[in-house]
């Protein structure tokens, strides 16, 4: 029995400095051993009484030391050794309501939000109190369960014997809707709710930055230019806006039609967080207010092909208030523009120093419109600006072309960037259904393996013979229609004046100003098909077959 007495006190001894040095895992284990050894002892009528005794006060040591370490942990957002702390103290001391809600809060910590939930459920039934059912509103929202966060999070306030909602339980639900929408079904329903509930918000504070963010973020889903506008005003006013804000503001102008409104603040894009890459020139900016009758203007190339391809469209205007016009290109792009009928000067990125080059004003392309002060009516560039290379397309006809069948070119891929533009290729054997057609990828990069899904005609890789843009209106030149997404293809072919079918996204890309009638605004070929709200492409390209059924008949 000494010997008993003996290796007990060492035990006690051993789990004691583990504790103080925090290695709880090992004190627990050592713990255990400890108490049962002690509960052999107690099998003795003359010692029962001294071990329960032991045991009561060395449990309640335990668990004290424990809450001490667990408090220190979470001061320092341990939460993996503050959980350990609390499954412990949770198993033997599950009445103390505290320790529970510290218990999920480190749950919440390594974002355990299941096991999180099932005990803010056990706390709820131990106190029924408002803050409980906001606990388990945020642990549902953090889960991306929006549907069930909404539904505790209106039970707090029905608890809390609230009559209305006030501006932060408004936006606080708003939230959880606006959340559903963006990242889960993306159910326009949610995206309104969020609109009703950020607009509610911001009538109790109308200054509120974060509430005016909030309504115009929710409008723009809805597509509620009305309320949208009205905030962004406001949110100008107060002089919250960044340059990122000043973008997003100038974009959604255009957006919506409102040319004027684009151009006040589109040059924020080369100035906000990610910024349109852009040289520092030595030489003033056009603005449209310069004379430039007796001036050389150098026009320099954005982000994309497809901008280039559109904003070529207003060289028939620039050459006629401009001495000499220099068009500045991508290398690709250099073999299909440098001979054009309106004497630009086109060069290219790999042959030309810009320290070098002569002029004496420089602007963006994409701020040509803004330059010029165009409008709705005369904003569009029409089409057949850019033409092929006749003997180029000529070539391509007598290897790809020599057939009696309407010849469709399909673009379904645009830039890595925004893949929510793309048409997920699946979804193009709608057109499959067609008769005495011949199908041509013009999107780059597509394996052979996936254009044989279409079993009844077949797709011709095409893009495959492209080194640059002169092949691909080369190409496009002998194209009957044209059914592209939103993409360079698109563009080209607009520009080329072609019969083009142009499918979009809902939250279509911004510089789409109206796409409501029989043409896409900047392009009078391009018929425009925008999906439904649930961005449903089978629709849309239901609607494109019957419109190319109507070129077949």
């Known amino acids: 029995m000494q010997e008993l007495f003996l290796k007990i006190q060492l035990q006690r001894a051993v789990w004691t400095a583990l504790l103080r040095q925090g290695q709880l895992n090992d004190a627990i284990k050592s713990f255990n051993d400890y108490k049962n050894e002690l509960k052999e002892i107690a099998v003795s009528k003359k010692y029962a009484e001294a071990v329960e005794k032991e045991l009561k006060y060395c449990d309640e040591f335990f668990i004290n030391k424990a809450e001490k370490l667990a408090a220190d942990y979470m001061a320092k957002n341990d939460w993996a050794n503050a959980l350990i702390c609390y499954k412990y103290i949770y198993v033997n001391n599950p009445k103390n309501t505290d320790n529970i809600k510290n218990y999920i809060s480190c749950l919440e910590g390594v974002e355990q939000y299941d096991l999180a939930l099932s005990l803010a459920i056990i706390l709820l039934k131990k106190e029924k109190l408002p803050a409980n059912y906001k606990l388990i509103s945020k642990i549902y929202e953090k889960n991306k369960e929006f549907k069930k966060a909404i539904e505790y999070y209106k039970k707090f306030t029905e608890i809390s014997g609230k009559k209305n909602y006030d501006a932060v339980d408004n936006n606080t ?222 070539e391509f006809k007598e290897k790809f072309f020599k057939t009696d069948k309407l010849k469709i070119a399909i673009a379904f891929l645009g830039i890595a960037l925004n893949k929510k533009r793309d048409i997920p290729f699946d979804k193009l054997l709608k057109l499959d259904e067609l008769e005495n057609v011949q199908f041509y990828c013009f999107s780059k990069d597509v394996d052979d393996k996936l254009l044989k899904k279409f079993r009844n005609n077949t797709v011709i890789n095409i893009a495959k013979e492209f080194n640059n843009f002169a092949d691909t209106a080369a190409a496009l030149d002998n194209i009957d229609i044209v059914v592209s997404s939103d993409n360079c293809i698109l563009n080209l072919a607009g520009a080329m004046g072609k019969k083009t079918i142009s499918i979009y996204n809902y939250h279509y890309e911004f510089r789409w100003y109206d796409l409501t009638g029989e043409d896409c605004g900047w392009y009078k070929s391009v018929k425009p098909i925008v999906n439904d709200p649930y961005d449903n492409w089978d629709k849309s390209m239901e609607k494109a077959v019957l419109e190319i059924k109507k070129n077949l008949a």
Not at 232 to 241: C, D, N, V
Not at 306 to 325: C, H, S, T
């Open 173 to 394: 639900i708003g939230c959880y809707y606006f959340n559903s929408y963006i990242k889960k079904q993306q159910n326009p329903d949610d995206a309104k709710s969020a609109l009703n509930y950020f607009y509610k918000a911001l009538e109790f504070e109308p200054s509120s930055k974060i509430y005016l963010k909030n309504t115009i973020l929710a409008a723009m889903k809805s597509k509620q230019f009305d309320i949208e506008q009205k905030c962004w005003e406001k949110y100008l006013e107060l002089g919250y806006a960044t340059k990122d804000d000043e973008f997003t503001y100038s974009a959604s102008c255009l957006r919506n039609g409102d040319i004027k409104g684009w151009g006040k603040y589109y040059n924020s894009r080369f100035e906000k967080n990610e910024p349109t890459i852009y040289p520092k020139l030595n030489k003033p900016i056009w603005t449209g207010n310069e004379d430039i009758s007796a001036s050389t203007l150098l026009v320099h190339y954005e982000q994309g092909y497809g901008d280039n391809f559109l904003m070529f469209g207003y060289m028939p205007r620039l050459v006629k208030i401009a001495k000499k016009v220099i068009y500045y290109i991508q290398n690709n792009a250099y073999e299909l523009f440098k001979d054009n009928e309106y004497n630009v000067q086109v060069v290219s990125q790999k042959n030309t120093d810009l320290n070098k080059l002569e002029y004496d004003y420089h602007i963006p392309c994409m701020s040509i419109p803004i330059a010029l002060k165009l409008d709705k009516t005369n904003i569009s560039v029409g089409g057949g600006y850019i033409k092929a290379n006749k003997v180029l397309a000529e």
